[in-house]
Structure formats: structure tokens, C-alpha cells
């Protein structure tokens, strides 16, 4: 199995904290998908011809686009690549498309996982972070969307936002239980260079969560949504029992996925690639055959550092009988050594000859798995 990731750019506008490759240039929508559906096709062999588990168009915006682009993208994959009748299809979506009209003709493509970028249910801070839809607006979207027969909707959130407080929090936590949506990431907001929200910051407009705030925000969550059948299954994920992300999770279990699209990232189970970051670079390159990704071969300490951060950030953990396997006594010896500490601080525990963090591990697993890494 495997899956592919389709990045689609464009945006009405960007949010004052995304890093993400971007464009407002929706004139060049048409030039673009034409561009895509050219790459999709002359990687077809990147796979291995192995059976395309997962399907999932990211951005930017993917709502941005027009049923007829959305049947281009579907019939170059489907002429080009064998996908499991079972697939999983998730489209991320933000709020305000989210009309009558078009989630009506959404239910009439393949899709059938919707991905909402809520961030917040609190109109004050939704205005702040720049984005285009209301707390209602929100709300409607998601209702116009299981009325529409979507079983399977995600929705995103972020914590530890400006302005925020527990009882903010608590509110938005509240409005997302309530509408019983199958999945929820949650996200505290990161303050990335080059960014209108990293600016803002460092001109002292809006002020960071400190670090016990943050865990605290970080605590409610899990509680929250563990007491209303939510499991907590990756670092940022929870889902109604079976209902995890199947693409997400090919990312944490290192099965094969291609990219297409500027910036998107592919990984074959020996090398790592990723197309650049430009719009007008990566139509260019599509069209006049020019190299638009670099690739970084994967040596077994870089393999062991990637299983580590993949394995452990997730409630399946680490298979111990793997890590020895695919890595040898050396790594199985040092991993187990890295992780003996944690493990008797109770942030780490092996069960069933499986690495696992505990509760109180969840919320320091950065620290765990950078001492768990190979360092030269």
C-alpha cells in the first residue's frame, strides 16, 4: 500500500502564522493543474506500482478549486496508478467555501474524508489570525457537510493562540465535542520566521504562551476529549475509535508516499524528495522537463533517526522486534540505552516488546526522542 499527497497553493489570502508554501496568484490555477497533472503522470513508476491506499489534497486551499480541476487530478491518477476501491480521499477544506453548492459537488467526486481548518470557534482571534470564516460560518460548514453525507470529517484546531485563555479553550473544546466530528488535530500555534505572526511578536504586539500555560492547554485537551471517546492515538490526533487518519498514519509507519505539487515531499523507503518552493519554477520545470526536487539518499543512522520520530510520537510506539530487525544490535542497543533513563522516570515504558511514552512522556516527547536520536 501507499499513498499520494497533492498540494494545491493557492489562497484567498494567508493566515499571519502559516509557513506553508502559498500563493494568492489564482490566475495561475488553470497553468497549475495542467502543470500537476503532468507530474502525477511522469512519476507513476515512483510507487513501485503498489496498490494508492490513501489520497489526500493539502495546501494552501484546496477548496479553491473548481469541480473540473478536481475530475483532472482524478482522472490522471486513476488512468495512471492502481488505488484501492477502499481508499481513503480527504480534501482539506476551509470554512467559508464550504457553500451549499459546493459541498454538494464535493459529494459527487471520490472524496469521502473532509479535513476543517477551524483553529478557533472565538471570532476575536479567528479575526486576528487573518482568517476568512466565523465561528457560525464554521459551525454551518461542518452541519452543511454531514447533511451532505460525509461521514468522515476532521477538523483542526490550535492552542496556546493570542489572547487565548483556559476558558477560551475550554469553549472551543466544548463547540468541537458537540459537533461529534470523527476526528480532531490540535496544534499549538509554532511563531515561524518570516512570518506576519513571528513579527508581530518580536515588536512586542502579541505575546507567546509560556510554557506551563501551554501544558495546561495541552492537559484539558487530552482530558477533554479522552472522557468523550476520543483516542488519542499521535501526539496531536484523536479520533473516534478505528477512525484514524490512514494518510497520516503512512507518514508515522513508513509506507511509501508520493508528492506532487511545489513543496511537496515523497518518500520511497530509501530517499526522501521534495519539489521547490515556487509556483512559476515548478510550472516551468513540469512543462520544459527541467529538475524541480532535490532527493537526500538515506543512510541507516538517518533511517533510525527518522523510525524514531515516527514511531515513538504515536500510541502504537515503537516495535522493538523491528527496530532490531531493519537496524541491527548496534541501534537496538543504543536505542535501548538512550531510552533506559526515561524509562525509569516513567516517561517512556515497554510493553508486549513494544517502546512506548507514558502520559507524563506525552508531554516531553520532543526531549525524549532528541536523546533517543544517532548523533554523529
Not at 250 to 267: F, R, V
Request: hydrophobic share 35%; net charge negative.
Amino acid at each position: 500500500m501507499a499513498g499520494i499527497y497533492i498540494h494545491i497553493p493557492f489562497c484567498k489570502r494567508r493566515c499571519i502564522y502559516c509557513d506553508f508554501f502559498s500563493t494568492t496568484a489564482s490566475e495561475k490555477k488553470n497553468e497549475y493543474i495542467k502543470a500537476l497533472c503532468k507530474e502525477i503522470k511522469s512519476r507513476e513508476n515512483y510507487l513501485g506500482n503498489e496498490t494508492i491506499d490513501t489520497i489526500y489534497l493539502g495546501g494552501g486551499t484546496p477548496s479553491q478549486l473548481e469541480k473540473q480541476d478536481f475530475v483532472n487530478i482524478f482522472n490522471t491518477i486513476y488512468e495512471n496508478y492502481k488505488v484501492n476501491p477502499e481508499a481513503e480521499i480527504t480534501i482539506e477544506a476551509n470554512p467559508d467555501d464550504l457553500t451549499e453548492e459546493y459541498v454538494k459537488m464535493l459529494s459527487t467526486l471520490p472524496f469521502n474524508r473532509l479535513s476543517m481548518g477551524i483553529q478557533t470557534f472565538n471570532d476575536d482571534i479567528l479575526a486576528l489570525l487573518r482568517r476568512r470564516h466565523n465561528a457560525q460560518q464554521a459551525i454551518d460548514a461542518f452541519h452543511r457537510c454531514r447533511n451532505a453525507g460525509f461521514l468522515n470529517i476532521s477538523i483542526d484546531l490550535m492552542y496556546g493562540l493570542p489572547g487565548e485563555s483556559m476558558e477560551t479553550w475550554n469553549k472551543d473544546l466544548e463547540t468541537a465535542i458537540s459537533l461529534a466530528p470523527e476526528h480532531i488535530s490540535a496544534y499549538h500555534l509554532i511563531y515561524e520566521e518570516e512570518t506576519i505572526l513571528y513579527r508581530l511578536r518580536e515588536e512586542n504586539k502579541i505575546t507567546e504562551a509560556d510554557e506551563d500555560f501551554s501544558n495546561a492547554l495541552f492537559e484539558t485537551l487530552i482530558s477533554r476529549l479522552k472522557e468523550n471517546g476520543y483516542v488519542h492515538y499521535e501526539i496531536s490526533n484523536f479520533c473516534r475509535p478505528g477512525m484514524h487518519s490512514r494518510h497520516n498514519s503512512s507518514y508515522w509507519t513508513g509506507i511509501k508516499y508520493l508528492g506532487c505539487g511545489p513543496s511537496a515531499h515523497s518518500y520511497d523507503g530509501h530517499s526522501r524528495q521534495w519539489n521547490i518552493s515556487s509556483l512559476e519554477k515548478y510550472i516551468d520545470g513540469i512543462n520544459n522537463g527541467l529538475n524541480i526536487s532535490e532527493i537526500e539518499e538515506l543512510d541507516l543512522y538517518t533511517r533510525y533517526n527518522d523510525f524514531v520520530i515516527t514511531t515513538i510520537r504515536t500510541a502504537w510506539g515503537m516495535p522493538l522486534e523491528r527496530l532490531k530487525t531493519e537496524f541491527g544490535d548496534e541501534l537496538y542497543d543504543y536505542c535501548l540505552k538512550m531510552a533506559k533513563p526515561h524509562i525509569s522516570q516513567g516517561t517512556l515504558e515497554i510493553n508486549n516488546n513494544t517502546l512506548k511514552l507514558t502520559q507524563n512522556g506525552i508531554f516531553i516527547s520532543d526531549g525524549i526522542m532528541s536523546d533517543m536520536l544517532w548523533v554523529d
